[in-house]
């Protein structure tokens, strides 16, 4: 009998946003895979979770898939983590899922954090209807999902990395306008979560008066 593959959300920052089910379930797994084992260790050391551990990552997601699909053929149960929130979100785990899916073998997410949703409904924007997009391409591709966010009549979720915050913004007034309703939520659940909310030039405006932003970055922007 075929096996479990376990997609285990944690938290994006505060320990406390664990929750019960996703404590026993790393329990119960035969193996963590972890998209870095070290960050994972310290979540395991604080729940006394002494399941094994496995790297799986970007890196070499391709290379194990097989693996990891065989172990769960032969009746595993396996725990997917990504190092913050739902792995699959902006996160390794798609490859995995796809596979074990296609595999045959059942497969179940677990319910909890992931950092767009608070940013998303704390941001004031409606949120009945929005587009998450993710990271924006580098290089190749972002002019193209600039015009289609300046274009969109709905609320766009981006993730952005502290060291690119600025140039994301300067863009945003670029292709949508300096009017362009946005918020930035930062450090979500942890002790200096801050949400930053106006026109898209006053943000930037902010952020350049502050030197930068620190910690992981939630943008959202208003049609």
């Not at 704390?122 to 600039?146: M, W």
């Amino acid at each position: 009998m075929a096996g479990t593959l376990f997609v285990v959300p944690t938290p994006v920052g505060n320990l406390e946003d664990m929750t019960l089910r996703a404590i026993n379930t790393l329990k119960a797994a035969d193996l963590i895979l972890a998209e870095d084992t070290r960050t994972t260790g310290k979540l395991t050391a604080h729940f006394d979770i002494a399941t094994p551990k496995q790297a799986f990552h970007m890196h070499n997601e391709h290379k194990v898939v097989e693996k990891y699909v065989a172990q769960l053929q032969g009746g595993s149960t396996i725990a997917l983590v990504s190092d913050a929130g739902t792995p699959g979100i902006s996160d390794p785990g798609f490859l995995l899922i796809r596979a074990a899916v296609k595999a045959g073998c059942e497969v179940i997410t677990l319910p909890g954090a992931t950092a767009f949703v608070p940013a998303l409904v704390n941001s004031g924007l409606p949120c009945d209807t929005f587009y998450f997009e993710g990271f924006l391409p580098p290089k190749k591709g972002r002019q193209t999902k600039l015009e289609q966010i300046a274009a969109s009549n709905k609320t766009v979720v981006l993730y952005e990395s502290p060291h690119k915050i600025e140039k994301t913004l300067a863009q945003i007034v670029e292709f949508c306008g300096p009017d362009r309703p946005v918020t930035i939520s930062r450090e979500i659940s942890k002790k200096f979560e801050e949400t930053l909310r106006g026109s898209a030039s006053e943000l930037l405006e902010q952020v350049q008066q502050r030197g930068g932003l620190k910690g992981e970055i939630v943008l959202c922007i208003g049609a």
